[in-house]
């Protein structure tokens, strides 16, 4: 089982940026697995923010986040990254960062929490006004 790690998250204020990361813990790969991240604030469903496939050639946005996000990944690190600019108090919440190892080298991005089988703890985001 691919355990995920997060971090980067913290205190930002809005109209500034951050970027977060994920990784695996212990001596796994991530670099055949679509990759994603998803966000949850207080009292709401955890809700798709963006994906991408294991090559890197494929990726898919949230409307929310489309034009101030970006989701990358660098798989000789074995990292994936969200770099998050022109951030909104509303972009505040939990950030997970999720993957399929189901369907490796599929290509498949899908903008649903169930698709993705491994998930980390979460990286708090909060935006300040």
């Known amino acids: 089982q691919v355990q995920l790690v997060e971090s980067g998250g913290g205190l930002v204020q809005a109209g500034g940026s951050v970027r977060l990361s994920c990784a695996p813990s212990g001596r796994t790969f991530i670099s055949d697995y679509t990759m994603a991240w998803f966000r949850q604030a207080p009292g709401k469903e955890r809700d798709f923010v963006a994906a991408?496939?294991?090559?890197?050639?494929?990726?898919e946005y949230a409307d929310s986040v489309k034009g101030r996000f970006t989701i990358s990944r660098d798989n000789a690190k074995n990292t994936a990254y969200l770099q998050m600019n022109s951030v909104k108090p509303e972009d505040t919440a939990v950030y997970y960062c999720a993957t399929d190892t189901l369907t490796a080298r599929l290509g498949l991005v899908v903008p649903l929490p169930d698709a993705y089988d491994a998930w980390g703890q979460g990286t708090q985001v909060t935006v300040s006004s």
């Open positions: 991408i496939s294991w090559s890197g050639d494929r990726t």
